[in-house]
């Protein structure tokens, strides 16, 4: 398993925005350069919100692919 690197425009919170793979058991890290780590399984969000021009590391169990909501859209 590999990283991939993502970055949001607007904040929002990880937990929202990553839903759709959570809830499929596909997502199984998600953390930022100062290591503060979003893990599901575990139920443990450390990262909070996605800040926006910040980088992120994504690691998948399987692959998959990834939609943000348009900067029009709401996380709800």
């Known amino acids: 398993m590999e990283y991939d690197c993502i970055f949001k425009d607007l ?9 759709s793979l959570t809830n499929n ?12 780590a979003y893990l599901p399984e575990w139920n443990f969000n450390g990262k909070g919100l996605m800040l ?9 169990y399987v692959p998959a692919t990834f939609n943000y909501l348009s900067n029009d859209e709401n996380y709800e």
């Open 52 to 60: 926006s021009g910040k980088g992120y590391q994504v690691k998948m």
């Open 11 to 19: 904040p929002s919170p990880c937990d929202l925005v990553f839903n």
């Open 25 to 36: 058991d596909q997502l199984v890290i998600v953390k930022n350069s100062n290591g503060n």
